[in-house]
């Protein structure tokens, strides 16, 4: 009997990648190539075993799903919605707590602001799991750095042409208020906007599944949100479903710490750890 084997592949879109120059075009407003706005070390190696996964293992595969951080310019987690107290910008990748917001260090550009992302923040941090990060611009709706890896595009295009099957693509962090890692909900879901509560369409999807191979960027931060749901979800029973190729995600520099703890909880709560090398044998049975 065929098995169920689920490919899940988040967020490996270029902002994320550190792509070679024969992957960057050409800027046509202002000259010179696009860049990566957040590139992760190791992540255009990991997409390419992705895509080479998928041409060479892809008549295994039964569903593809990818997930795409899907962001307005103007987000909690950007730089251009915060302003210092001497009114000077906000640089990428600084973390602001609600008491800093109280005490008048950091505060929303917008006055009026103030009352919702205090009150973010202090949900925020009390669910435990991370503090405010303030990113570069990233994944902008309609960017070039939205867009998926080429060679990943590609091999999932010919997939689907072979398969007559629709890769499922999974949008999340388009509400500004509120940082959204995981594919399965934000970090704070708003009540008023159903995409930032539990994707349960999402999460039947995948239980179906008799192993869901994880892959994508990164490793410290979406990866690790998205899988730490999934598990809470399916509960011990179904975690050896989970299967994280750890050659085909890496970690935003800095958080190095963070990825290996969450490999080792996942290993430690019943995940299978595994390379493409093994998934692809797998497949090929």
Not at 99 to 112: D, K
Request: charged share 20%; with cysteine.
């Amino acid at each position: 009997m065929r098995r169920n084997l689920h490919l899940l592949i988040i967020d490996p879109q270029n902002d994320f990648c550190d792509l070679p120059a024969a992957y960057l075009p050409d800027n046509p407003v202002g000259g010179g190539k696009m860049a990566a706005a957040l590139p992760v070390p190791g992540a255009h190696a990991d997409m390419l075993r992705v895509a080479d996964l998928i041409n060479r293992g892809g008549a295994g595969i039964e569903a593809i799903s990818i997930t795409l951080d899907s962001h307005h310019r103007l987000d909690i987690a950007h730089p251009g919605f915060w302003t210092t107290a001497a009114g000077n910008e906000v640089t990428p990748f600084t973390q602001i707590s609600a008491a800093e917001v109280r005490a008048g260090s950091y505060l929303p550009r917008l006055p009026a602001a103030l009352p919702r992302v205090l009150h973010y923040l202090d949900r925020l941090e009390a669910a435990g799991r991370y503090r405010l990060m303030v990113w570069p611009v990233h994944c902008e709706i309609g960017s070039w750095g939205h867009n998926v890896h080429a060679d990943v595009r590609a091999a999932y295009n010919r997939w689907e042409e072979q398969t007559l099957r629709s890769v499922g693509k999974v949008s999340k962090g388009s509400n500004p208020w509120t940082e959204h890692y995981s594919a399965v909900q934000a970090e704070v879901p708003d009540p008023d906007d159903v995409l930032t509560q539990s994707n349960q369409a999402f999460l039947d999807s995948l239980v179906k599944a008799d192993c869901i191979y994880i892959a994508g960027e990164a490793g410290s931060h979406c990866v690790k949100a998205t899988t730490e749901h999934i598990a809470n979800h399916f509960g011990p029973e179904n975690m050896g479903k989970l299967v994280l190729v750890t050659d085909c995600m890496s970690p935003v520099s800095g958080f190095e710490e963070q990825y290996r703890e969450f490999i080792a909880d996942m290993a430690a709560r019943g995940a299978r750890i595994a390379n493409a090398a093994d998934v692809l044998l797998e497949l090929s049975q």
